[in-house]
């Protein structure tokens, strides 16, 4: 979704997509890539503690039984909040990397 929504927004306005080449674009691609992979394994990590460690789920009807002070939970009061800052730099960087209007 987060691809195809941004496409459909662009096919639609005519909006012509071009792709950065050059050295400093691909380190920003790099980064923003590597950004996003910490952000889904931070998640991905936080929500498997909520399973197994606080015998719950993210979803409000059945939230963890336990206190879970492990893992990123052991460092930041919420990490999910983390993830979401991630993506936010990530999105940043994408922003750099695309072309001025």
Sequence with gaps: MAVIVPLVIARQSRTPLSVPIGATAGILAIGGIALSA???ALFVSTLRLFVT??????????????LVVRGPYGFVRNPMISWRD??????????????PP
């Design 86 to 99: 991630l993506r936010a730099v990530r999105r940043v960087v994408d922003a750099a990397l695309s072309p």
């Design 38 to 40: 910490v952000g889904l």
């Design 53 to 66: 460690v606080g015998r719950g789920t993210l979803a409000p009807w059945d939230p963890p039984k336990h």
